[in-house]
């Protein structure tokens, strides 16, 4: 079972606690992404966040009306129940933006049952090049010392 809150009311909730990205997924026109918050006692949930506010730029206001860019789901209570939300979504089809290390396996295996093996990989590579782009854009202050 799914809790569904208000808007408001996970994000007044989402603010007393620590909030961290676990996965985002990026699409033409939008983004896909499973947030992780871990309450004072330390118990942790998930909530899944649809932004298709790109959209609204290429839409003229008949066309865009009625339509909702943004939507977020209340607490859901594991990780894998928020890969069930994103499920409804060709999720594993879409451009791997991000993934936190504690969820890598998790993902690649959640990839692999719903697109395969070739997916898995297109995976992999896509999330290894950001890696060695994020070293490379960002280097450490070791890494700029050597330079000197």
């Given at each position: 079972?799914?809790?569904?809150?208000?808007?408001?009311?996970v994000e007044e909730?989402?603010n007393?606690k620590?909030k961290?990205?676990?996965?985002?997924i990026?699409?033409?026109?939008g983004?896909l992404?499973v947030?992780s918050v871990t309450?004072k006692?330390?118990?942790r949930?998930f909530?899944?966040v649809r932004?298709?506010?790109t959209?609204?730029?290429?839409l003229?206001?008949?066309?865009?009306s009625g339509?909702t860019?943004?939507?977020?789901?209340?607490?859901?209570?594991?990780?894998?129940?928020a890969?069930?939300?994103?499920d409804r979504?060709?999720?594993h089809?879409l451009?791997?933006?991000?993934?936190?290390?504690?969820?890598?396996?998790i993902?690649y295996?959640?990839?692999?049952?719903?697109g395969?093996e070739e997916?898995?990989?297109?995976?992999?590579?896509?999330?290894?090049?950001?890696?060695n782009?994020?070293?490379?854009?960002?280097?450490?202050?070791?890494c700029?010392?050597?330079?000197?």
């Amino acid at each position: 079972m799914m809790l569904v809150l208000d808007s408001a009311n996970v994000e007044e909730q989402v603010n007393k606690k620590k909030k961290e990205l676990v996965l985002e997924i990026g699409a033409a026109g939008g983004s896909l992404s499973v947030w992780s918050v871990t309450a004072k006692d330390g118990a942790r949930s998930f909530f899944v966040v649809r932004d298709e506010s790109t959209l609204k730029d290429f839409l003229d206001k008949e066309d865009g009306s009625g339509l909702t860019y943004y939507s977020k789901t209340g607490r859901l209570n594991s990780f894998t129940a928020a890969l069930v939300v994103l499920d409804r979504y060709p999720w594993h089809r879409l451009y791997p933006s991000f993934v936190h290390q504690d969820f890598i396996d998790i993902v690649y295996a959640a990839v692999m049952s719903r697109g395969g093996e070739e997916e898995a990989n297109r995976w992999r590579r896509i999330l290894e090049r950001s890696k060695n782009r994020i070293k490379h854009d960002n280097p450490s202050s070791s890494c700029l010392e050597k330079k000197r």
